[in-house]
T-cell receptor, first 113, second 113 residues
């Protein structure tokens, strides 16, 4: 089983649509969870951290289910500028080090006019 | 507040040469991480450093690769005797502590001919 698994997509949606991304992780000891976005040939940019209580930032809502080892990202009212690859990221917690991030391969989103 | 800086942005080396990649973390960040992204692949952790210390090098290939983060100056990722398979984008990230969000630099694209 991969450490972080995501549906690779692509997700092709019209402007204004709501789109949901899912992610599962295998290491139950992981402590930190994030969503990053990566535009073509650019660096990953932090979108939001993910907390057990769930968190929302404008049109973006992230949820974490520790029991199922499942993370989700919901984008409402999608914009053309949301087109990117969305990366589910989990820290590998072992040996006292929490700095080692594990990246999913990403889900590609394309928002069409 | 300048972000994470990496140079060079593009580097071309012939097989057998050495590649040196530099990373200056964000101001106030003392934790540095290196990741590699092969074409069409996700980011893979390589090494995590604090000033003058390697904290976690579990993702570093055993040979030809080394990293340092001296007391003064940028972090350096060094690849000796490069081979074609080293061609990739190398991203550096920094954070103020190991469990905090990591912020990425623009990357160095290494091409080995």
């Amino acid at each position: 089983r991969k450490e972080v698994e995501q549906d690779p997509g692509p997700f092709n949606v019209p402007e204004g649509a709501t789109v949901a991304f899912n992610c599962t992780y295998s290491n139950s000891a992981s402590q930190s969870f994030f969503w990053y976005r990566q535009d073509c040939r650019k660096e990953p940019k932090l979108l939001m951290s993910v907390y057990s209580s769930g968190n929302e930032d404008g049109r973006f809502t992230a949820q974490l289910n520790r029991a199922s080892q499942y993370i989700s990202l919901l984008i409402r009212d999608s914009k053309l500028s949301d087109s990117a690859t969305y990366l589910c990221v989990v820290n590998r917690s072992y040996g006292g080090s929490q700095g080692n991030l594990i990246f999913g391969k990403g889900t590609k989103l394309s928002v069409k006019p | 507040n300048a972000g994470v800086m990496q140079n060079p942005r593009h580097l071309v080396r012939r097989r057998g040469q050495e590649a040196r990649l530099r990373c200056s973390p964000m101001k106030g960040h003392s934790h540095v991480y290196w990741y590699r992204q092969l074409p069409e692949e996700g980011l893979k952790f390589m090494v995590y450093l604090q000033k003058e210390n390697i904290i976690d090098e579990s993702g570093m290939p055993k040979e030809r690769f080394s990293a340092e983060f001296p007391k003064e100056g940028p972090s350096i990722l060094r690849i000796q005797q490069v081979v074609r398979g080293d061609s990739a984008a190398y991203f550096c990230a920094s954070s103020p502590s190991q469990s905090y969000e990591q912020y990425f630099g623009p990357g160095t694209r290494l091409t080995v001919t």
